[in-house]
């Protein structure tokens, strides 16, 4: 067991329960690249302001380069004993400067430095959920853009209504993901600001230089209060809420895709690699990925309620509480990231089965209120004309016929104001054509944005 930072005020070893219930180093090892560019900076200001000498500060950096080198290559020996990442590094400096390590944690807590450690790692997987989300909205835009003049029936209570472009269903995808990254830049400005300096909660006798540290860490600036700067994990709860989003959203992404692939809709199939089957029955073909990925939403929501309870009616300043905010914030990280990966894939592998969707958009009843609309334009009410199509329906229904083999006889049973004109939006390309509002999903319109997303993402 290595020296606590805190152990000469005891007058007693810790119990080894007590060790091994408080330590964090199982998880918090993953900060430890940030760790040390943290402690980087911390240094050179300590040197520059002269609270440290000059050279100590120099070694103290070096030894920290040599870590940073040492991490980087996997070749760091994190040791199990040491309480946590701060513990573990300060005795790793030591063994490599000797003992102008002990100036480093100089002016600084491990309650401000775990602040700014998780803060630091936010901000990069922020950036790299960024990427990664972008890169599903174009492995969408491909899947659309092969598939631009398909029509599929669309769909409200699961129920069929409208014909729709597909293009038109998977921009509604890339438009959910749009608003994911404005709320995870959004939680990235708050992550963006420099705890460092606030120490254990009231700040520092000593003339340290909080603004150099946040330039020197990228940060835009350095947090105003110490007080709020070692408790604030607000940054943590807003990552972990837009991840919820994002994750509600790629399980209905998830959904709908495991119904089209049904052999009750037949609008897609799989491929091989991206599916599973059953140890029983062999005609199986399973969608598991994408249950998968709508089934770990619990999950990532799990994470969201874990730290909003954690962080409920703790008493202001740092709490030993705090260290548990990392294990659900890790994991829902990983799980996002894991979630879009593998969508980024799968959307390369689908392909569009364009006979069955043929025969779906047969069915008349998509074409209802295109019946009503050409009615309206004609001077009908809008409640006249949606009993007129009503009594269609359901007489055509009734009677086992088509709307389009009425003769113009039968037609105008219904209304003088029906033509045989009628007959020529009784088609799923004539159907969506009509759909010209803004944001509508005629095919001009579609292409349009469909288009301005791929150069908006390029
Ligand atoms: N492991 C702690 C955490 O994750 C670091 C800060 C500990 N501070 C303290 N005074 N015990 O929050």
Redesign the pocket.
């Known amino acids: 067991m290595t020296k606590k930072l805190w152990g000469t005020r005891f007058s007693k070893n810790t119990n080894s329960l007590a060790d091994k219930f408080t330590s964090?180093i199982s998880f918090?090892k993953r900060l430890a690249e940030y760790d040390v560019l943290g402690s980087i900076a911390h240094a050179k200001m300590l040197g520059k302001q002269k609270i440290i000498p000059k050279a100590d500060a120099n070694s103290i950096v070096a030894g920290l380069n040599a870590i940073l080198k040492d991490l980087k290559n996997g070749r760091f020996n994190f040791d199990a004993g040491s309480?946590?990442?701060?513990s573990n590094i300060q005795d790793a400096l030591f063994k490599k400067i000797g003992k102008a390590a002990f100036k480093l944690h100089t002016a600084r807590?491990?309650?401000d430095?775990?602040a700014l450690d998780v803060k630091m790692y936010v901000k990069e997987e922020i950036d790299n959920l960024l990427e990664l989300t972008a890169d599903l909205q174009k492995s969408i835009l491909i899947f659309a853009k092969k598939n631009a003049k398909t029509i599929i029936p669309g769909y409200t209570h699961l129920q069929v209504a409208q014909c729709v472009l597909l293009a038109h269903h998977l921009l509604a995808y890339v438009e959910a993901l749009e608003r994911d990254k404005t709320r995870l830049l959004d939680a990235k400005k708050r992550a963006d600001l420099m705890p460092l300096g606030s120490c254990?909660m009231s700040g520092t006798a000593l003339g340290i230089d909080r603004a150099y540290v946040a330039k020197e860490l990228g940060f835009k600036s350095a947090t105003q209060n110490s007080i709020d700067s070692v408790c604030d994990r607000d940054f943590i709860i807003e990552t972990l809420a837009a991840l919820s989003i994002i994750s509600v959203h790629l399980s209905r992404i998830a959904e709908d895709l495991i119904l089209w692939s049904t052999k009750e809709f037949s609008f897609i199939d799989i491929d091989f690699s991206f599916c599973t089957g059953s140890s029983i029955m062999p005609h199986k073909k399973n969608p598991d990925i994408l249950e998968l990925i709508r089934g770990s939403v619990g999950r990532i929501q799990g994470d969201l309620s874990n730290v909003l309870i954690l962080m409920k009616g703790l008493p202001s300043s740092?709490n030993?509480d705090?260290?548990l905010?990392?294990p659900p914030l890790f994991d829902a990280v990983d799980t996002v990231k894991g979630m879009l990966e593998i969508f980024i894939a799968l959307f390369g592998n689908i392909v569009i089965e364009k006979e069955a969707i043929a025969a779906k958009i047969l069915d008349e009843s998509l074409f209802s209120v295109d019946i009503v609309e050409y009615l309206i334009k004609k001077g009908i009410s809008y409640r006249e004309a949606h009993d007129i199509v009503g009594r269609m329906v359901r007489d055509c229904l009734d009677k086992g016929k088509k709307i389009s083999s009425l003769n113009d006889k039968e037609l105008k049973k219904y209304s003088v104001k029906l033509g045989p004109d009628v007959k020529r939006i009784l088609n799923a390309w004539a159907s969506v054509s009509l759909k010209k509002s803004f944001g509508g999903t005629s095919p001009k319109l579609v292409e349009k944005q469909m288009y301005a997303w791929i150069r908006r993402l390029k």
Do not use: G, T
């Not at 309480?83 to 701060?86: F, R, Y």
């Open positions: 964090s918090d309480e946590d990442i701060h807590s491990r309650n430095q775990i254990a740092y030993r705090l260290q905010d990392k």
